[in-house]
């Protein structure tokens, strides 16, 4: 399930990736894949910005803003039991609210 395209924050810098496959180990949404010897990041979209990626990569060829974010505002309220608000400026009137 793709939530919503050209928003996450992942960036993957190739040049520092050693192809150890920690990330495909730790990403619960089958984001990355390993071609040539390195990561690559298979659907940018799928990405969810739970940080596990970043937080395992043991030589920063990860960056991700975890904890923003839409996807994130739909796991706090599900964890809280309120609604989901995120930093999203939605309507009109720019009310902030989830995508």
Do not use: H
């Not at 990561?39 to 910005?49: F, G, S």
């Amino acid at each position: 399930m793709k939530y919503l395209k050209n928003v996450t924050t992942l960036k993957l810098d190739s040049d520092k990736c050693i192809g150890c496959g920690k990330c495909l180990e730790v990403c619960p949404r089958g984001v990355f894949s390993i071609l040539g010897g390195k990561a690559v990041i298979v659907d940018r979209d799928l990405c969810i910005e739970c940080g596990a990626c970043k937080q395992n990569c043991a030589f920063a060829a990860i960056s991700v803003n975890a904890g923003v974010g839409c996807a994130q505002a739909l796991f706090n309220a599900m964890i809280t039991g309120g609604e989901p608000v995120c930093d999203c400026e939605i309507g009109a009137n720019k009310s902030k609210g989830c995508c």
